[in-house]
Each structure stands twice: as C-alpha cells, then as structure tokens.
C-alpha cells in the first residue's frame, strides 16, 4: 500500500572502525511519516516487514552481512511498534494497543549497521526501500 | 552501587536482556526511591533501543552517535558521575554492539569510584561462527572482558551447533560462567540472582 509522505527528515551516517580493518556502516534517522488515510497499526506492521525482508536480501546478495536493522514506530497515541533483524527473520514487539490502532501519522526511527556494504549503498538502498514502498 | 556492563556484537539481544533483569530489579526493590538507570549507547545519531526501554518505563540516559569505548569517552565519565550522584543500587550500561568493553572497563575504573563491576557478554549463537571470521578482535574482546557469558538465540541452532559455540566461547575465556537460552522466550530462573 502506497499511502504515506514523508514530511521532514534528519538524516545522519557515519562509519565507525575497530582495532583491526573491522568496520561496519552506519545509516541512521527520524522521519515523521504522514498517511493520506487512516491506516491501523496491523497493517503498518506487515509493510515494514516486507521492508525489512527486502532490505536483508538485498545486502545480503551483495556479499554484505546484516549487523543490525531496526525501527521504532509510534503513533500519536503513543502505541509503539519495535521491529528488529539480523539479516533472516524479523523479531515483532508492540505496545498493548499497537496492533488496532487508527493512525493518519507516525514517528520513524532506524537504524541500519551493516558489514561489507559501502556506505553510499547502505543509505541509497534504504531511501530507495521507503521510497517505494511509501511513497505518495 | 554496582555497574553491570552488557556487551556483545549488534543484535546479539542485549536489549532484551536488559529488559528482562531492569525488570528483576525493579521487582526486587525494596526502598521507596528508584534503584536503576540505564545508560544506552548507540551508534546511531537516532536512538531505538532507548526508546524501548522507556516505553518500558525505565530511567534511561542516552549517549548517541559515537562509541563509549572510542569517540564517546569523555561524554561517558560525566554521564557516569552524573548518574552516580543519585546512588543509584545498579546502574545498567548497554553499549554499542561495536564497543570493545575492555576500554570501557578502563575509563570507568580510572575515572569512577564503582564499587563493583561486572561484564555480561551475549554471544548470538546462531551467527557466531560468521561474526568470529568478519570481525575476529571485536568479539574475541567481547567475550574475553566477561564475568559472564549468555549464549543467547539457542532456539535458532541445534543442539550440536550450541555445543560447538560453548567449546569455542570456553576456549577465549575459561574462567566466567556460561547460560545457554533464548532470552527473547524466557531467562532461566536464577541466572539474574548470581549476576545480582
């Protein structure tokens, strides 16, 4: 489903290197999303699931590994959706309410780190993620 | 006041391990004021596991974009010494997944006066064998610095699986004590009242 604009965006990278040549990206952000109609909490769950799922093959068939990939939802009733993956399944964690919850907005938070993906392409295949997935 | 130091490569589970003893504590509390805080690092200039820990309800101080191991040193001695004037009982520290505890363990002993700490390492088993070849130094650290060791995801590796990682993990460090579950299911009764 198509349904959502994103409104404003902090975004900030940054890579950070071990002792050794040990490194892993690091792309991480704040977006308020906005839906033209009301979506329930349920559904919001799904299509990020696919996000996510989508997000771990595609690094995956790029020879890199999945460090971490996570994304913290809340409504404006304060409902919150905790989504978290190392790369096969996606672990689901959701406040009382979450699930049926009517929202016409929500807060995005995520964080991807990433092994054995440049940067650029860790921030591109993310933004080109949402952007399909979510765009207006 | 004791510090219990949680570490272990991204998406290991700490989080939700430090949900599971936050709330030990929390039940176990037997004063009027709050007993815990919680200090959560994370690489990411956007905090996500902070924000689980607080819509758990807990004291959470963040400590963003950066490592407490490297960049973030300073910012964690006056967090630190800023926490400790509370006196908290137990003060929680989730680093980064990418953190090297060994240094933490060295700024938090020069610049603080904890009476006690302890490190608890989470080992995701079902990924270790891949994580020990792409980045040997940070997890041979990891699991060297600990009093502890969780084996952690035991329910995504069979049987042979886990008992190759606890060979290997025994190997780095012969000395802590090591628990095999899968933390997201349950924590076997016990094992938060010997790290407490």
């Known amino acids: 489903m198509k349904c959502m604009r994103r409104l404003k965006a902090k975004k900030h990278t940054s890579t950070l290197y071990g002792k050794t040549d040990e490194a892993a990206a690091v792309y991480s952000f704040e977006k308020n999303m906005v839906c033209h109609k009301s979506i329930i909490g349920a559904e919001l769950t799904q299509q990020y699931c696919v996000v996510m799922e989508g997000l771990c093959q595609t690094w995956a068939k790029r020879g890199g590994m999945v460090g971490h990939l996570k994304l913290f939802l809340e409504s404006e009733e304060k409902e919150t959706l905790w989504l978290s993956s190392v790369g096969e399944e996606v672990t689901i964690n959701q406040s009382h309410g979450w699930q049926n919850s009517a929202m016409t907005g929500y807060t995005l938070s995520m964080t991807a780190i990433v092994l054995l993906v440049p940067k650029k392409q860790l921030i591109e295949d993310v933004e080109n993620s949402l952007l399909m997935h979510f765009k207006k | ?196």
Not at chain 2, 102 to 110: A, F, G, L, M, Y
């Open chain 2, 1 to 196: 006041m004791k510090l219990i130091l949680f570490s272990g490569f991204v998406g290991s589970g700490k989080t939700v391990l430090i949900l599971s003893l936050a709330q030990k504590i929390i039940e176990e509390n037997k004063k009027n004021a709050p007993n815990l805080v919680i200090i959560e690092n994370e690489v990411g200039a956007v905090g996500i596991d902070d924000k689980v820990l607080k819509s758990g309800g807990y004291d959470v101080k963040n400590l963003l974009e950066g490592c407490i191991c490297c960049t973030l040193q300073a910012n964690l001695v006056t967090t630190l010494q800023e926490v400790m004037k509370n006196k908290p009982e137990y003060i929680i520290f989730e680093p980064t997944g990418l953190a090297y505890p060994s240094n933490i363990i060295e700024t938090v002993t020069r610049f603080s006066k904890m009476e006690e700490v302890c490190v608890v390492a989470v080992v995701d088993v079902s990924r270790f064998s891949a994580l020990i070849k792409v980045t040997p130094g940070l997890i041979t650290d990891q699991i060297v610095a600990a009093s502890y060791i969780i084996l952690n995801k035991c329910d995504l590796a069979t049987k042979e699986k886990i008992q190759e990682v606890h060979r290997q993990v025994e190997e780095i460090n012969k000395t802590a004590p090591i628990y095999e579950m899968a933390a997201r299911e349950m924590v076997p009764d016990g094992v938060w009242s010997e790290i407490l």
